[in-house]
């Protein structure tokens, strides 16, 4: 096509595709050129933004690394993220929530009743729940990895002082799908804003913050893997989390207890002398 117009131009995107490309490509670059062509078109972008916008990306590349994921951070801040975790989230499931670039595989094995919170400190959180499918009944063989951050808010592969697995863990969950484990409340903190997605934030007057979190990636042979986190109801950050990770089923309240309430048959049982905080977080999975 010879006659390019600034009306016909998607179209001609359109047309220039081949009859036997893949059909799900076709519909996901079809969508995607119209909404970006529809973008310059509404906002009448000009080349100064458009440079700006390519100067984000290669920002973004030059920032990337094994440690720094800044398109995942990007998408993760833009909201896309938890879009497409809710666009596929199941009603009858607890609600996923973001991955997020902290994750470490092959965290070590911890028991049921194991503890987290080692020598750092802080106060106590003792969580536990049942793993259970969508009519209630409990999943044996289940397993749960979890991950969180110190209490100086950093996950382990961002400091140094802490040692590569320290605030992971991977649960197999007891027969009758109970797990527990003890760890240190965990505390909010800000996803890396010195890169390029920082200067979105600041650009649109917006604040690095996540409220306080535990990571779980729950699976069971024959049910559906769920990555979710677990959020306290009192955190400030509770209605203003930058990433959109927050659900209302995902919301908990952290009970206070007295270290006479500390339950038998854990790793810290007899160790507790101090008040302690107790959540109860029951975690549904469907099926494949
Ligand atoms: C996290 O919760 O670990 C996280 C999620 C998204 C971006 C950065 C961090
Ligand atoms: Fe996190």
Not at 189 to 197: K, L, M
Not at 200 to 217: K, N
Not at 242 to 260: I, N, S
Request: hydrophobic fraction near 35%; proline fraction near 6%.
């Amino acid at each position: 096509m010879r006659n390019v117009t600034k009306d016909n131009i998607t179209d001609i995107f359109k047309g220039y595709m081949a009859e036997d490309m893949n059909p799900r490509t076709r519909q996901l670059m079809s969508s995607l050129v119209q909404h970006l062509h529809d973008f310059a078109r509404d906002t009448n972008l000009t080349h100064d933004e458009w440079r700006q916008g390519i100067a984000f990306l290669e920002g973004c590349a030059d920032i990337e690394s094994e440690d720094r994921h800044e398109f995942v951070l990007a998408s993760d801040v833009l909201g896309l993220s938890s879009l497409v975790d809710m666009i596929h989230s199941r009603d009858d499931a607890t609600s996923s929530s973001v991955l997020g670039p902290f994750h470490v595989s092959g965290a070590p094995a911890l028991a049921v009743g194991g503890d987290m919170k080692r020598h750092f400190g802080g106060p106590v959180l003792l969580a536990e729940g049942v793993i259970r499918d969508t009519h209630g009944k409990p999943i044996p063989g289940a397993q749960i990895d979890i991950w969180q951050t110190a209490p100086n808010g950093l996950y382990a592969s961002q400091d140094e002082a802490q040692d590569t697995f320290s605030f992971h863990g991977l649960m197999s969950v007891a027969d009758d799908g109970y797990y527990a484990f003890t760890t240190v409340k965990p505390v909010e903190y800000t996803v890396p804003s010195d890169g390029p997605v920082g200067g979105i934030l600041r650009a649109c007057g917006r604040h690095p913050w996540r409220p306080s979190h535990l990571h779980y990636i729950v699976t069971a042979p024959g049910y559906q893997s769920l990555v979710t986190e677990i959020f306290p109801a009192d955190d400030p950050y509770l209605d203003q989390d930058t990433v959109f990770g927050v659900r209302e089923d995902l919301v908990m309240t952290y009970q206070h207890a007295q270290p006479q309430d500390f339950p038998k048959g854990m790793a810290l049982s007899g160790k507790v002398h101090e008040p302690y905080l107790a959540v109860k977080f029951d975690v549904i999975l469907s099926k494949d």
